[in-house]
């Protein structure tokens, strides 16, 4: 017993780690029907972006780099995908990360020829701010004067059919951000109240348990929990994207993880019984 | 795996392998594309700094469009640097003044925007009739007044915890912040949870690029 204690806790993090991969590998390539419920914060984004104004622009606003890809690329592709079907005019700005603006142009570049939209007409590229807070209060008042000029063309944002009609945020009719930061903070604290457009978010996993308050509260309408939130709105929109076949590694994962904290629990445990030291 | 995959594939292949070592051991092929990343990182983000924000907002209105005054911006920038010599150190404070004149202002208002809608929002009824529930919640009228009443026991617990003004010897008010103290701890299994969650999204995503994307697995 004391040599199964000591070995459990003992084991070199290499093995683990092979475990990991393995199962991460199987995962993606053997289809394994694991069941995924859609939630009510993934359903909530996905009405708000079903129920947004069509003579209105949305807003899609992006805080994140190749760092976390692997959740808020997914997520910002349902986001414009779902944008794209409902045939909704919406503009890409990107805030904290430079990165971030040239993504998720790489994302509506794509989603864009599948869907016929047109730059400049549909979509556009306000770029990248690093003021996060001097660019939404200026927003709140007038758009136009605040940003000025899209990124791609460099040319004033007056000249581009899609922002006709388009002066300040009473104009805006959605807004999306995809974060790998806290960003949601300026977000509610300077342009939510000041306008009737939803305000969806879509964090990274790690962030997410905290923002179910703001989702009680109804300061936001809706949230998808990083890679799983992406997974249930690829499910809501009848898709089989990346995230649908990731989620079934993401579940083993957690159960190898389980598993191992039992283990060494026990392993502790028992060491403790027979008047170990750990 | 393709050898004409284009250059970026095999450079983003090595790159993540690279990286990958280090769950080995320490060797000098990580380190090397670590400083790499953080490098193109950094430069990327000069890069961008200027292109589309100092170029577009500051150098082109001052020297194409006439806009002369932008060049005071330039003066209130370079205060900032006088902090490095011992002699003009007290000029960074004029702008390190103004720029927290602007944070504080703003800060004002975001924090009255965002917790007020949250402390209104803990004010839940304790027992819920057909008609004060939410339209798609899918909740019944019980299932939400236990839902506000376990809000409310959680929310008193909590606060009671993180009250410091008095020593807590009442055992009610030990027991109350016991239990804020269990409440806390299932909020940090959750949060550490989701952090494992997220970490292997980004492991799958990179291991889905080295199987699909490089040697065409899958």
Redesign the interface.
């Known amino acids: 017993m004391s040599a199964l204690s000591e070995t459990l806790q003992t084991i070199d993090r290499?093995y683990l780690?092979a475990t990991?991969?393995i199962i991460?590998?199987v995962?993606?390539?053997v289809e394994i029907p694991l069941p995924l419920a859609v939630g009510?914060q993934a359903?909530?984004f996905y009405?708000a972006v079903e129920q947004a104004d069509p003579n209105k622009i949305a807003i899609v606003s992006t805080l994140w780099?190749a760092?976390?890809?692997?959740?808020n690329?997914p997520q910002t592709r349902v986001i414009l995908e779902h944008l794209m079907r409902r045939k909704l005019r919406f503009a890409l700005i990107a805030f904290g990360?430079?990165?971030s603006?040239i993504l998720a142009q790489e994302i509506a570049e794509d989603l864009a020829r599948a869907h016929g939209y047109e730059y400049g007409k549909q979509w556009i590229n306000l770029?990248?701010?690093?003021d996060i807070?001097?660019t939404l209060?200026g927003i709140v008042r007038d758009l136009n004067e605040t940003l000025?000029?899209d990124?791609i063309r460099?040319r004033p944002l007056a000249q581009f059919e899609v922002m006709r009609g388009v002066h300040n945020i009473r104009d805006v009719g959605l807004i999306a951000e995809v974060s790998a930061s806290g960003n949601y903070?300026?977000w509610?604290?300077?342009v939510?109240?000041s306008t009737d457009a939803p305000f969806c978010y879509a964090p990274?996993?790690?962030m997410?348990?905290?923002l179910y308050?703001?989702i009680?509260?109804?300061?936001m309408k809706g949230m998808l929990?990083?890679?799983?939130g992406a997974a249930e709105y690829e499910r809501l929109l009848g898709i089989r994207g990346?995230t649908s076949?990731?989620i079934t590694?993401?579940s083993l994962?957690?159960v190898l993880?389980f598993v191992l904290i039992g283990l060494g629990n026990y392993g502790m445990y028992a060491s403790r019984k027979k008047g170990g030291t750990a | 795996m393709e050898w004409s995959h284009p250059i970026g594939i095999w450079i983003g292949a090595i790159g993540t392998l690279a990286l990958f070592s280090l769950i080995y051991r320490e060797n000098w092929l990580y380190r090397l594309f670590e400083h790499m990343f953080i490098g193109l990182a950094a430069g990327y983000t000069i890069k961008a700094a200027w292109d589309e924000i100092l170029e577009t907002q500051w150098w082109n209105p001052m020297v194409h469009d006439g806009q002369w005054p932008w060049v005071f911006a330039l003066f209130g920038g370079f205060l900032f640097y006088t902090i490095f010599t011992k002699r003009y150190n007290w000029m960074s404070r004029i702008s390190i003044g103004v720029l927290l004149g602007f944070a504080a202002g703003q800060a004002f208002q975001a924090t009255a925007n965002l917790y007020i809608p949250q402390i209104r929002g803990s004010f839940k009824p304790l027992w819920v009739n057909e008609g004060m529930l939410r339209a798609g919640s899918g909740l019944t009228p019980l299932g939400q007044s236990l839902n506000n009443i376990l809000f409310v026991v959680i929310i008193v617990t909590v606060m009671t915890y993180f009250f410091f003004s008095f020593e807590q010897r009442n055992k009610v008010v030990q027991g109350t912040a016991r239990t804020g103290r269990l409440m806390l701890m299932f909020a940090f299994g959750a949060i550490f949870g989701s952090t494992v969650m997220a970490r292997m999204a980004l492991l799958i995503d990179r291991v889905w690029f080295l199987m699909h994307d490089w040697l065409g697995i899958g």
């Open positions: 290499r780690y990991l991969l991460v590998i995962g993606l390539l009510p359903r909530g009405d780099s760092s976390t890809q692997g959740e690329r990360d430079p990165q603006t770029g990248y701010r690093a807070a001097g209060k000025k000029q990124s460099n903070v300026s509610l604290g300077l939510v109240g990274t996993s790690v997410a348990p905290e308050t703001y009680d509260s109804g300061q929990f990083g890679i799983k990346f076949r990731a590694p993401v994962a957690l993880l």
